[in-house]
Protein backbone atom coordinates (compact mmCIF):
# COMPACT_ATOMS: atom_id res chain seq x y z
CA UNK A 1 0.00 0.00 0.00
CA UNK A 2 1.00 3.28 -1.17
CA UNK A 3 1.89 5.39 2.16
CA UNK A 4 4.29 8.09 3.83
CA UNK A 5 4.76 6.88 7.40
CA UNK A 6 5.27 8.94 10.45
CA UNK A 7 6.62 7.52 13.88
CA UNK A 8 5.68 8.04 16.90
CA UNK A 9 2.52 9.32 16.44
CA UNK A 10 2.65 10.89 19.81
CA UNK A 11 5.19 12.70 21.57
CA UNK A 12 5.69 14.26 24.68
CA UNK A 13 9.38 15.26 25.92
CA UNK A 14 10.35 18.40 28.08
CA UNK A 15 12.66 21.67 26.94
CA UNK A 16 15.83 21.22 25.40
CA UNK A 17 15.73 17.45 24.93
CA UNK A 18 16.20 16.18 21.47
CA UNK A 19 14.26 14.35 19.71
CA UNK A 20 13.73 13.24 15.78
CA UNK A 21 10.39 12.76 14.16
CA UNK A 22 10.79 9.92 11.77
CA UNK A 23 9.42 9.66 7.87
CA UNK A 24 9.24 7.35 5.45
CA UNK A 25 7.34 6.51 1.69
CA UNK A 26 7.23 3.35 -0.53
CA UNK A 27 6.19 5.92 -3.64
CA UNK A 28 10.10 6.49 -4.60
CA UNK A 29 9.00 10.02 -4.47
CA UNK A 30 11.26 12.76 -5.21
CA UNK A 31 9.83 15.80 -2.76
CA UNK A 32 9.30 15.24 0.88
CA UNK A 33 8.13 18.01 3.53
CA UNK A 34 7.41 18.87 6.25
CA UNK A 35 4.36 21.00 8.16
CA UNK A 36 3.23 21.94 11.39
CA UNK A 37 -0.64 22.65 12.09
CA UNK A 38 -1.22 24.99 14.59
CA UNK A 39 -5.24 26.27 15.26
CA UNK A 40 -5.74 29.23 13.28
CA UNK A 41 -2.98 29.09 11.63
CA UNK A 42 -3.08 26.08 8.85
CA UNK A 43 -0.49 23.97 7.46
CA UNK A 44 2.85 25.94 7.46
CA UNK A 45 5.76 24.49 5.67
CA UNK A 46 9.07 23.83 7.79
CA UNK A 47 11.69 22.24 5.16
CA UNK A 48 11.21 20.55 2.36
CA UNK A 49 13.94 18.08 -0.42
CA UNK A 50 13.41 17.92 -3.66
CA UNK A 51 15.75 15.26 -3.54
CA UNK A 52 18.49 12.96 -2.13
CA UNK A 53 20.98 15.83 0.03
CA UNK A 54 19.09 18.55 -1.39
CA UNK A 55 17.16 20.63 1.73
CA UNK A 56 15.84 24.07 1.66
CA UNK A 57 13.89 26.00 4.34
CA UNK A 58 10.20 26.68 4.20
CA UNK A 59 8.24 29.36 5.72
CA UNK A 60 8.85 28.67 9.41
CA UNK A 61 12.12 26.64 10.12
CA UNK A 62 13.83 28.00 12.96
CA UNK A 63 14.46 25.71 15.81
CA UNK A 64 14.34 22.48 13.59
CA UNK A 65 16.51 20.39 11.14
CA UNK A 66 16.15 17.82 8.38
CA UNK A 67 18.51 15.22 6.27
CA UNK A 68 17.91 13.60 3.29
CA UNK A 69 20.44 10.63 2.90
CA UNK A 70 18.17 8.53 1.54
CA UNK A 71 15.36 8.73 -1.04
CA UNK A 72 12.81 7.18 1.07
CA UNK A 73 13.81 9.02 4.89
CA UNK A 74 13.23 12.69 5.44
CA UNK A 75 13.19 12.71 9.12
CA UNK A 76 12.91 15.87 11.49
CA UNK A 77 15.15 16.56 14.08
CA UNK A 78 14.65 19.30 16.86
CA UNK A 79 17.54 19.51 18.88
CA UNK A 80 16.14 21.90 21.95
CA UNK A 81 12.77 21.62 21.68
CA UNK A 82 10.97 24.47 23.33
CA UNK A 83 7.45 25.17 24.17
CA UNK A 84 6.45 26.55 21.12
CA UNK A 85 6.85 23.92 18.81
CA UNK A 86 4.03 22.52 20.66
CA UNK A 87 2.20 21.19 17.73
CA UNK A 88 1.11 18.44 15.37
CA UNK A 89 3.33 17.95 12.58
CA UNK A 90 2.58 15.97 8.94
CA UNK A 91 4.85 14.81 6.51
CA UNK A 92 4.30 14.35 2.91
CA UNK A 93 5.66 13.38 -0.34
CA UNK A 94 5.29 13.78 -3.53
CA UNK A 95 6.48 13.04 -7.49
CA UNK A 96 8.47 16.01 -9.15
CA UNK A 97 7.04 16.34 -12.95
CA UNK A 98 4.05 18.30 -13.97
CA UNK A 99 2.31 21.42 -11.63
CA UNK A 100 -0.02 18.81 -10.23
CA UNK A 101 1.64 16.22 -8.95
CA UNK A 102 -0.55 15.51 -5.82
CA UNK A 103 0.81 15.56 -2.35
CA UNK A 104 0.28 12.32 -0.02
CA UNK A 105 0.58 13.07 3.95
CA UNK A 106 1.14 11.19 6.48
CA UNK A 107 -0.94 10.47 9.69
CA UNK A 108 1.02 13.42 11.83
CA UNK A 109 2.90 13.68 15.14
CA UNK A 110 1.26 15.35 18.23
CA UNK A 111 3.99 16.59 19.49
CA UNK A 112 4.18 18.57 23.42
CA UNK A 113 7.19 20.08 24.97
CA UNK A 114 6.97 20.48 28.19
CA UNK B 1 5.96 33.59 -1.56
CA UNK B 2 2.37 32.75 -2.59
CA UNK B 3 -0.38 33.67 0.57
CA UNK B 4 -4.00 31.96 0.39
CA UNK B 5 -6.64 32.88 2.50
CA UNK B 6 -9.51 31.10 3.27
CA UNK B 7 -12.90 31.61 4.48
CA UNK B 8 -14.63 31.00 6.35
CA UNK B 9 -13.13 29.31 9.56
CA UNK B 10 -15.90 27.58 10.43
CA UNK B 11 -19.10 26.63 9.15
CA UNK B 12 -22.25 24.42 9.88
CA UNK B 13 -24.85 23.55 7.55
CA UNK B 14 -27.79 21.11 7.54
CA UNK B 15 -27.70 18.14 5.98
CA UNK B 16 -28.55 17.85 2.13
CA UNK B 17 -27.68 21.64 2.10
CA UNK B 18 -24.79 23.29 0.15
CA UNK B 19 -21.32 23.93 1.46
CA UNK B 20 -19.52 26.48 0.13
CA UNK B 21 -15.70 27.04 0.75
CA UNK B 22 -13.90 29.88 -0.56
CA UNK B 23 -9.78 30.99 -1.42
CA UNK B 24 -7.96 34.00 -2.85
CA UNK B 25 -4.52 33.51 -3.66
CA UNK B 26 -1.63 36.30 -4.45
CA UNK B 27 0.68 35.01 -7.03
CA UNK B 28 -0.63 35.50 -10.24
CA UNK B 29 2.01 32.64 -11.60
CA UNK B 30 0.08 29.74 -9.38
CA UNK B 31 -1.24 27.18 -11.66
CA UNK B 32 -2.62 24.13 -9.42
CA UNK B 33 -5.48 24.25 -6.55
CA UNK B 34 -5.81 21.26 -4.78
CA UNK B 35 -8.34 21.01 -1.87
CA UNK B 36 -7.60 18.40 0.93
CA UNK B 37 -10.02 16.75 3.40
CA UNK B 38 -8.73 16.83 6.72
CA UNK B 39 -10.56 13.76 9.61
CA UNK B 40 -10.22 13.98 13.29
CA UNK B 41 -7.05 12.26 13.88
CA UNK B 42 -5.52 11.76 10.25
CA UNK B 43 -3.75 13.15 7.69
CA UNK B 44 -4.84 15.34 5.04
CA UNK B 45 -6.42 13.66 2.28
CA UNK B 46 -6.50 15.25 -1.54
CA UNK B 47 -9.95 15.39 -2.61
CA UNK B 48 -10.33 17.27 -5.95
CA UNK B 49 -7.85 19.73 -7.82
CA UNK B 50 -7.73 22.11 -10.46
CA UNK B 51 -5.46 23.65 -12.95
CA UNK B 52 -5.34 26.99 -13.79
CA UNK B 53 -6.23 26.13 -17.46
CA UNK B 54 -9.55 24.63 -16.48
CA UNK B 55 -12.25 27.15 -14.98
CA UNK B 56 -14.36 24.18 -13.03
CA UNK B 57 -14.03 20.36 -12.26
CA UNK B 58 -16.79 18.42 -11.06
CA UNK B 59 -16.41 14.75 -9.11
CA UNK B 60 -19.59 13.79 -7.96
CA UNK B 61 -21.32 15.94 -5.13
CA UNK B 62 -18.35 18.14 -4.91
CA UNK B 63 -16.97 20.78 -7.46
CA UNK B 64 -14.09 23.29 -7.65
CA UNK B 65 -14.65 26.79 -9.42
CA UNK B 66 -11.57 28.79 -10.44
CA UNK B 67 -11.60 32.49 -11.54
CA UNK B 68 -8.24 33.33 -12.45
CA UNK B 69 -9.19 36.91 -13.10
CA UNK B 70 -9.75 37.05 -9.54
CA UNK B 71 -7.06 34.86 -8.27
CA UNK B 72 -9.80 33.30 -6.32
CA UNK B 73 -11.32 29.50 -6.11
CA UNK B 74 -14.01 27.53 -4.51
CA UNK B 75 -14.73 24.39 -3.38
CA UNK B 76 -18.74 23.50 -3.57
CA UNK B 77 -20.55 20.60 -1.96
CA UNK B 78 -23.97 19.44 -2.60
CA UNK B 79 -26.48 17.07 -0.75
CA UNK B 80 -24.28 17.68 2.38
CA UNK B 81 -23.99 14.12 4.38
CA UNK B 82 -22.54 13.85 7.93
CA UNK B 83 -19.26 12.37 7.13
CA UNK B 84 -18.28 15.55 5.38
CA UNK B 85 -17.79 16.82 8.36
CA UNK B 86 -14.27 17.43 8.33
CA UNK B 87 -11.72 20.56 7.98
CA UNK B 88 -11.46 21.23 4.36
CA UNK B 89 -7.89 23.45 3.21
CA UNK B 90 -7.63 24.76 0.08
CA UNK B 91 -3.71 25.42 -1.42
CA UNK B 92 -1.99 27.00 -4.22
CA UNK B 93 1.09 26.16 -6.38
CA UNK B 94 3.59 27.58 -8.53
CA UNK B 95 5.79 25.99 -10.85
CA UNK B 96 7.71 24.44 -8.20
CA UNK B 97 6.75 21.48 -5.69
CA UNK B 98 6.00 23.53 -2.93
CA UNK B 99 2.12 23.61 -1.89
CA UNK B 100 0.91 26.89 0.46
CA UNK B 101 -2.29 26.48 2.45
CA UNK B 102 -4.98 28.21 3.85
CA UNK B 103 -5.74 28.24 7.23
CA UNK B 104 -8.52 25.83 6.89
CA UNK B 105 -12.58 25.54 7.14
CA UNK B 106 -14.08 23.38 10.02
CA UNK B 107 -17.56 21.82 8.43
CA UNK B 108 -19.72 20.31 10.45
CA UNK B 109 -23.15 18.74 8.88
CA UNK B 110 -25.46 18.69 11.83
CA UNK B 111 -27.72 15.44 10.66
Known amino acids: EAQVTQNPRYLITVTGKKLTVTCSQNMNHEYMSWYRQDPGLGLRQIYY???????DKGDVPEGYKVSRKEKRNFPLILESPSPNQTSLYFC?????????????FGSGTQLSVL | GENVEQHPSTLSVQEGDSAVIKCTYS??????FPWYKQELGKGPQLIID?????GEKKDQRIAVTLNKTAKHFSLHITETQPEDSAVYFCAARTGANNLFFGTGTRLTVIP
Open chain 1, 92 to 104: ASSRIGSANEKLF
Open chain 2, 50 to 54: IRSNV
Open chain 2, 27 to 32: DSASNY
Open chain 1, 49 to 55: SMNVEVT
